[in-house]
């Protein structure tokens, strides 16, 4: 199993440009969520989801947009990228708990955007 | 909102010393994460606590959830160079995570 991935691993844009981040996991999880770590500052949820077809809004969405066509991706858009945006994009997704509760995390290996 | 603090931001010891990070909570927390992020790498999950007072244990590393599970502590015994890393908490509020800002640990060889 590759666990999760993520595509790409380094990305260059100027400001105004816009691009897709990838997120995809082969474990079956429902839950899926994107996550940006800037220094000093953990790690920060842009977006979430909780199954197909459903996404929700983390501490910092503004400026990003998801979506979840399929149960094993998860994909992060920048539509006017601002140099504010230069971070590390972590994917992560978990598997649901019966009854309630949560699981691990498993986390991608990150993408590494700088907009100039 | 909920918030989630961990202390000290950074920390240097020589290896062989002892090592505390401390995470606490503005809200009660149903359980606690810990993970740890090597330089360059991405967060690995380590333990998950969910009992008042619970107290874990991995090898080297000792892991304590507060009796009002609003704080949580992580303390390595006599540190090694493999340890070297950015140690996280993380508490749930509904569906989300929240992650403490980290504590970066430097052993000295």
């Known amino acids: 199993n590759a666990g999760v991935t993520q595509t790409p691993k380094f990305r260059v844009l100027k400001t105004g440009q816009s691009m897709t981040l990838l997120c995809a996991q082969d474990m079956n999880h429902e839950y899926m969520y994107w996550y940006r770590q800037d220094p000093g500052m953990g790690l920060r949820l842009i977006h979430y989801s909780v199954g197909e077809g459903t996404t929700a809004k983390g501490e910092v969405p503004d400026g990003y947009n998801v979506s979840r066509l399929k149960k094993q991706n998860f994909l992060l858009g920048l539509e006017s990228a601002a140099p504010s945006q230069t971070s590390v994009y972590f994917c992560?997704?978990?598997?649901?708990?019966?009854?309630?509760?949560?699981?691990?995390?498993?986390f991608g290996p990150g993408t590494r955007l700088t907009v100039l | 909102g909920q918030q989630v603090m961990q202390i000290p931001q950074y920390q240097h010891v020589q290896e062989g010393e002892d090592f505390t990070t401390y995470c606490n909570s503005s809200t009660t927390l149903s359980n606690i994460q810990w993970y740890k992020q090597r330089p360059g790498g991405h967060p690995v999950f380590l333990i998950q606590l969910v009992k008042s007072g619970e107290v874990k244990k991995q090898k080297r590393l000792t892991f304590q959830f507060g009796e009002a599970k609003k704080n949580s502590s992580l303390h390595i015994t006599a540190t090694q160079t493999t340890d070297v890393g950015t140690y996280f908490c993380?508490?749930?509020?509904?569906?989300?995570?929240?992650f403490g800002t980290g504590t970066s640990l430097t052993v000295i060889p």
């Open positions: 992560a997704s978990s598997s649901r708990v019966a009854g309630g509760g949560y699981n691990e995390q498993f």
């Open positions: 993380a508490g749930p509020g509904g569906n989300q995570f929240y």
